[in-house]
């Protein structure tokens, strides 16, 4: 899981920073894997090879849409949703964000590496 701390500016003109969350569990990374043809590391070496946008931009909307929730006020959770998902897509931190991700393969990589589980 990671936490992004993101300024933005919002739709009345006010500057804020939130913290947002992202998380894949081994069961959306199996479900991810199977959606994908090939798996998850064959897809991304192609549309990096590839150098397709579209595929790029539409694989990175997925993921961070996917990856991202709440967690529960007792820790135990990690809430996701359509509604939810839609709410962050619909705000300027995720235009943030994806415009980051999409320009910066650095700060890709990091964040993939971020949302994935890791043993221990």
Known sequence: MIKKVISFIDYDGNEREEDFYFNLNNAEIIELQASIGGGLDKFIKQIVKER?????????????????GRKSLDGRRFE???ELSKDFEQTEAYVKLF???????DKAAEFVNGIIPHEG
């Open 52 to 68: 397709d946008p579209e595929k790029i931009v539409g694989f990175f909307k997925k993921l961070v849409l996917m990856a991202y």
């Open 80 to 82: 996701k949703s359509e």
């Open 99 to 105: 415009t980051e991700l999409a320009t910066d393969a």
